[in-house]
T-cell receptor, first 113, second 114 residues
Framework: NAGVTQTPKFQVLKTGQSMTLQCAQD?????MSWYRQDPGMGLRLIHY???????DQGEVPNGYNVSRSTTEDFPLRLLSAAPSQTSVYFC????????????FGNGTRLTVT | AQKVTQAQTEISVVEKEDVTLDCVYE???????LFWYKQPPSGELVFLIR??????QNEISGRYSWNFQKSTSSFNFTITASQVVDSAVYFC???????????FGDGTTLTVKP
């Protein structure tokens, strides 16, 4: 059981480049989300999805796009990378109902130069 | 709007000391859930415990205990007889049941020195 898988683990981009961070889960979880973690700022929600075909913005959505075509996958797209997007990104999923906890991927460390 | 405050940015203790991590939350929901997650130096995020808003029973699990007080909107976490392996960043989180979103505090970095 792989859980939540994120790729890549590390990425360096130049300002203006685009890329997609991949996230896949094999637990049939309805809810998926992307967080970014910056020093001293905890985990901030970027986008989330409560099921296939449904996405919504979180606290810091600007500069990021998401889609949810399947239950398993929830990719995060950076359209035009900026140095302010240098961060560690975590994908997380959980069962849609009740008080189930989040299951996190191992993170992607992104540096934008 | 929801908010989670972890006022302690960093805590340093010597092994075998007891340590309490504070968490204060704000929400307008009458039903909500609170969580603690641990992030060790390796970087992964691991779920530790959850508590429902209607269940104020405190819980003890080995060296860990949690004190949930609805009257003060607090959900504090105590480690008894701390060990070096407890060194990590600890996050408190609040789950909004309507939207399904979790709001995290800024985290408390705990360092346990041998």
């Amino acid at each position: 059981n792989a859980g939540v898988t994120q790729t890549p683990k590390f990425q360096v981009l130049k300002t203006g480049q685009s890329m997609t961070l991949q996230c896949a889960q094999d637990m049939n979880h309805e809810y998926m989300s992307w967080y970014r973690q910056d020093p001293g700022m905890g985990l901030r929600l970027i986008h989330y999805s409560v099921g296939a075909g449904i996405t919504d913005q979180g606290e810091v959505p600007n500069g990021y796009n998401v889609s949810r075509s399947t239950t398993e996958d929830f990719p995060l797209r950076l359209l035009s990378a900026a140095p302010s997007q240098t961060s560690v990104y975590f994908c997380a999923s959980r069962q849609g109902q009740g008080n189930s906890p989040l299951h996190f991927g191992n993170g992607t460390r992104l540096t934008v130069t | 709007a929801q908010k989670v405050t972890q006022a302690q940015t960093e805590i340093s203790v010597v092994e075998k000391e007891d340590v309490t991590l504070d968490c204060v939350y704000e929400t307008r929901d009458t039903t909500y859930y609170l969580f603690w997650y641990k992030q060790p130096p390796s970087g992964e995020l691991v779920f530790l415990i959850r508590r429902n808003s209607f269940d104020e029973q405190n819980e003890i699990s080995g060296r860990y205990s949690w004190n949930f007080q609805k009257s003060t909107s607090s959900f504090n976490f105590t480690i008894t007889a701390s060990q070096v392996v407890d060194s990590a960043v600890y996050f408190c989180a609040l789950l909004n049941t309507n939207a399904g979103k979790s709001t995290f505090g800024d985290g408390t970095t705990l360092t346990v020195k041998p």
